[in-house]
C-alpha cells in the first residue's frame, strides 16, 4: 500500500512566482513526498504525492492561473487499473 496515494501535476502561470517560496509552502504545510516546483516568474510546474490534492489546487490557486492539472490515483495504477 502506497502512503500517498495521489500524484498530483499541475502549472501555475502568473506574474513574479517563486518556485522557492510555493515549494516551500507546500513542503511545509501539506503532507507528502517527490515535491517538485520549478519554473520560472511567470510559469511553475508542480508535481507532488499526496492524500490531499484539493490542498495543493487551493493553494496554487491562490498564486495565479492554474490549468493542465492531473491528479492520478497511483494505487489503482499499482493494481493495474487507470489513475
Not at 24 to 52: P, V
Not at 68 to 76: A, G, P, S, T
Request: contains cysteine; charged residues 30%; glycine residues 8%.
Amino acid at each position: 500500500m502506497l502512503e500517498y496515494k495521489f500524484d498530483t501535476q499541475l502549472l501555475i502561470a502568473g506574474e513574479d512566482l517563486s518556485e522557492e517560496e510555493i515549494h516551500d509552502y507546500i513542503a511545509q504545510n501539506i503532507e507528502g513526498d517527490c515535491l517538485l516546483a520549478f519554473g520560472d516568474e511567470d510559469l511553475i510546474k508542480i508535481h507532488f504525492h499526496t492524500n490531499t490534492p484539493w490542498k495543493v489546487l487551493e493553494y496554487c490557486a491562490s498564486k495565479g492561473d492554474i490549468h493542465d492539472i492531473v491528479v492520478e490515483n497511483m494505487e489503482r495504477q499499482e493494481n493495474g487499473l487507470k489513475g
